[in-house]
C-alpha cells in the first residue's frame, strides 16, 4: 500500500492557526510524526485557512525541512498547485488534484507532467459528486485517457473513486468497492487507486474500526494508495494484515514487525 499521511490539513484546528501565523514548529512535528509512522507521502492541504499560494509554497519548505519523505501537493486550485510544486526540492510528488472536467484536466494534466509529479484524479466534475458507480467510472476512464495521452505512464496515474461518509451516505460505499474493482481493468499494470480513507467515518463514534475494516475490504478489490491517519495503529496493522492475505507480503510469525521495520526504514 502507498500510504498518504492525512494530518497538515487545515480542516484541523492546529494546523490551520499554525498556517494563519506561518508558525513552524506544529508542522515540522506532524511531519515528523507521519514520516516516523511510515508514511510514503505527506499530503499537504491549505484548505480553506488560506487561498494565497505563497502559504502553500512556505508549507511545502517547513515540511522538506523536517523529513525527506515525497510530497502530495493537495488543493483544488490549480495556482495554489503551481506555487506548492514549484517549492519542491526535487524529491517525488504527487499532484493531488484534478476532476474530470476538461477546463481542470487542460491545466492540471501538464502540471504533473511538467514538475515530474504523479497525478491523483478525482472522479467528480461539474456536476458534484458522483453518486454511482457508472460516473464513477465514466470520470475515471476520461481522466485516466487524458493523462495517458498527455504522456504520463499508469504508474505515475491515481484514481479516486470519491469515498463519503457512511454517516450521511451509506449506499455510498459499496459503489466505491465497485467502481475500485473497474479501474483495476483501464489496462495491464492498471493505474494506482486511492481514497481519502477518513472521509468514511467522518462523525462517526467507530472512526477507527469502520476505516480499518472498510480498508480491506477495498484492499481486496484492488485499492493500492489510500491518504489516511497513518497514526492509527489499528489500522496500520489491518493493511499490514491485509498485504499478507493479498500474497503481495510474505508471511512469517513476525509479519507485523517486520513490516513496520520495513516501513520506518522507507521501504515499500
Ligand atoms: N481525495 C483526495 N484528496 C483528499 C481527499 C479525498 N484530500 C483531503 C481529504 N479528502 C483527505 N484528508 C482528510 C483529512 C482529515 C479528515 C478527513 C480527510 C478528517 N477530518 C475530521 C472529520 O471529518 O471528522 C475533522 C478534523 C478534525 O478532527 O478537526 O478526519 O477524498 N484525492
Avoid at 186 to 205: A, E, Q, R, Y
Amino acid at each position: 500500500m502507498i500510504l498518504i499521511g492525512e494530518r497538515i490539513n487545515a480542516g484541523f484546528k492546529d494546523i490551520a492557526r499554525a498556517i494563519r501565523e506561518h508558525d513552524p514548529e506544529p508542522i515540522r512535528e506532524w511531519a515528523r510524526k507521519q514520516a516516523a509512522a511510515g508514511a510514503d507521502y505527506i499530503d499537504v492541504n491549505i484548505g480553506a485557512a488560506s487561498k494565497d499560494p505563497a502559504d502553500m509554497a512556505w508549507l511545502i519548505r517547513v515540511v522538506q525541512e523536517a523529513v525527506p519523505t515525497p510530497i502530495s501537493v493537495d488543493s483544488n486550485r490549480p495556482e495554489v498547485l503551481r506555487a506548492g510544486l514549484e517549492a519542491l526540492d526535487g524529491r517525488p510528488a504527487l499532484v493531488n488534484s484534478t476532476t474530470a472536467d476538461d477546463d481542470k484536466l487542460a491545466e492540471i494534466i501538464p502540471l504533473a507532467v511538467e514538475y515530474g509529479a504523479g497525478l491523483i484524479g478525482v472522479a467528480m466534475d461539474q456536476r458534484g459528486s458522483p453518486q454511482d458507480v457508472e460516473r464513477r467510472v465514466e470520470n475515471g476512464a476520461k481522466i485516466f485517457l487524458a493523462a495517458t495521452e498527455a504522456g504520463l505512464p499508469p504508474e505515475r496515474i491515481f484514481l479516486d473513486p470519491v469515498l463519503m461518509p457512511i454517516r450521511f451516505m451509506q449506499d455510498q460505499a459499496v459503489k466505491v468497492l465497485e467502481a475500485i474493482r473497474e479501474y483495476t481493468l483501464l489496462s495491464d499494470p492498471p493505474p494506482h487507486i486511492s481514497v481519502g480513507l477518513s472521509n468514511i467515518c467522518s462523525k462517526t463514534k467507530e472512526r477507527s474500526l469502520i476505516t480499518r475494516t472498510f480498508v480491506v475490504m477495498a484492499m481486496a478489490a484492488g485499492l493500492d494508495a489510500a491518504i489516511c491517519n497513518v497514526l492509527d495503529e489499528e489500522l496500520m496493522a489491518a493493511v499490514a494484515t491485509a498485504e499478507v492475505i493479498l500474497n503481495k507480503e510474505i508471511y512469517s510469525d513476525d509479519f507485523l514487525r517486520v513490516w513496520a521495520l520495513k516501513r520506518s526504514k522507507g521501504g515499500e
